[in-house]
């Protein structure tokens, strides 16, 4: 099994950053992702990273902005948000999976089977 624990979530003004972080106790995993999700709305793909090279895949709606990388020997996931948005506010997830596969469907909230319990992202104008 895999244990998430997410943290860093908080209140900022539009145009701040902000960093989430998670830790990934128990077994290793291979993919290490970011969700959003905001009532009423389905579970969003943010950002994930493949953790053996780090490679990475973004949704369009925060390139350029947000940043995933990972620390194997921490087994932590980061994700660093900048110039945020009020359209950026949600409960945000970290979800893991031990599967290795990665592609652009990475960011479909199906491909992960550990999820972390969520931290609040509250982006005021």
């Known amino acids: 099994q895999v244990q998430l624990a997410e943290s860093g979530g908080d209140s900022v003004q539009a145009g701040g950053s902000l960093t989430l972080s998670c830790v990934a106790t128990g077994w290793t995993v291979y993919k290490m992702a970011w969700f959003r999700q905001v009532p009423g709305k389905d579970r969003e793909g943010v950002a994930t990273i493949h953790t053996p090279t780090g490679h990475t895949y973004y949704a369009d709606s925060v390139k350029g902005r947000f940043a995933i990388s990972r620390d194997n020997e921490k087994a932590t996931s980061t994700l660093q948000m900048n110039s945020l948005k009020p359209e950026d506010t949600a409960m945000y997830f970290c979800?893991?999976?031990?599967?290795?596969?990665?592609?652009?469907?990475?960011?479909?909230?199906?491909?992960?089977?550990?999820w972390g319990q969520g931290t609040q992202v509250t982006v005021s104008s």
């Open positions: 979800a893991a999976t031990r599967e290795t596969t990665f592609t652009t469907s990475s960011l479909l909230a199906e491909k992960y089977n550990f």
